[in-house]
């Protein structure tokens, strides 16, 4: 009898330990993204502003996005903003509420403070969901859906003010990129007119 209470006990406690809390399952998908050389990722955004499919490219802070309507670029200070439309860019130097808004892959800087997280399972993933504590953020709710096995993001949902934003993405590759991608050439655009909003 002591035996299998002592096998139950063991039972209990290992799959205690193997629990996944939501910090833990962040942690594991922000080392996908938060790697030395970069990444690369495909998405498709649905939301208030529109839809659009793009390419991003991430390395820390940095981060370099494409759509067919606009290009970002940011270097971990400035941002340029190329519209197609207007043949214009805008340069700033954006807050961390505004870069919330920009990059869906800043939540792998959001969760460490400032909000509260639940976890779900759903079948082949998980389902971070995340809630402002605050009211100095610019988003209040995300709900980050990643996978099980590779513990890769493939879907961040962000509400800002009343308006929800869906990112899915489609691929996420590890690669080599030159910190030169995440800074405007204006050699590149010669026609754009620049607007230095700084």
């Not at 909000?115 to 209040?140: E, P, R």
């Not at 890769?152 to 869906?166: A, E, R």
């Given at each position: 009898?002591?035996k299998?209470?002592?096998?139950?006990?063991?039972?209990?406690l290992?799959?205690a330990?193997?629990?996944?809390?939501?910090?833990?399952?962040?942690?594991?998908?922000?080392?996908?993204?938060?790697?030395?050389?970069?990444?690369?990722?495909?998405?498709?955004?649905?939301?208030?502003?529109?839809?659009?499919?793009?390419?991003i490219?991430?390395k820390g802070?940095?981060?370099?996005a494409?759509?067919?309507?606009?290009t970002?670029?940011?270097d971990?200070?400035?941002?340029?903003t190329?519209?197609?439309a207007?043949?214009?860019v805008?340069?700033?130097?954006?807050?961390?509420?505004?870069?919330?808004?920009?990059?869906?892959y800043?939540?792998?800087?959001?969760?460490?403070s400032?909000?509260?997280?639940?976890?779900?399972?759903?079948g082949?993933a998980?389902?971070?969901?995340?809630?402002?504590?605050?009211?100095?953020?610019?988003?209040?709710?995300?709900f980050?859906?990643?996978?099980k096995?590779?513990?890769?993001?493939?879907q961040?949902?962000?509400?800002?003010?009343?308006?929800?934003?869906?990112?899915?993405?489609?691929?996420?590759?590890?690669?080599?990129i030159?910190d030169?991608?995440?800074?405007?050439?204006?050699?590149?655009?010669?026609?754009?007119?620049?607007?230095d909003?700084?």
């Amino acid at each position: 009898m002591k035996k299998i209470c002592f096998l139950i006990m063991a039972a209990l406690l290992s799959t205690a330990s193997m629990a996944q809390t939501a910090k833990s399952v962040l942690d594991k998908a922000a080392a996908h993204i938060t790697v030395k050389e970069g990444v690369k990722a495909g998405f498709k955004m649905k939301g208030g502003i529109g839809n659009a499919n793009g390419t991003i490219y991430i390395k820390g802070k940095k981060f370099h996005a494409t759509t067919p309507k606009a290009t970002v670029w940011f270097d971990g200070k400035t941002m340029w903003t190329y519209l197609k439309a207007n043949d214009e860019v805008n340069i700033s130097n954006p807050t961390e509420a505004q870069l919330q808004a920009i990059n869906p892959y800043n939540f792998i800087n959001l969760y460490k403070s400032g909000y509260a997280s639940t976890l779900n399972n759903t079948g082949g993933a998980y389902v971070v969901h995340l809630t402002s504590t605050g009211n100095d953020q610019k988003i209040k709710e995300l709900f980050i859906t990643i996978d099980k096995t590779s513990y890769q993001p493939k879907q961040v949902k962000l509400l800002q003010g009343k308006t929800w934003t869906i990112f899915d993405i489609i691929e996420l590759t590890k690669t080599k990129i030159a910190d030169s991608q995440f800074r405007f050439n204006a050699k590149d655009f010669p026609q754009a007119e620049v607007i230095d909003l700084r």
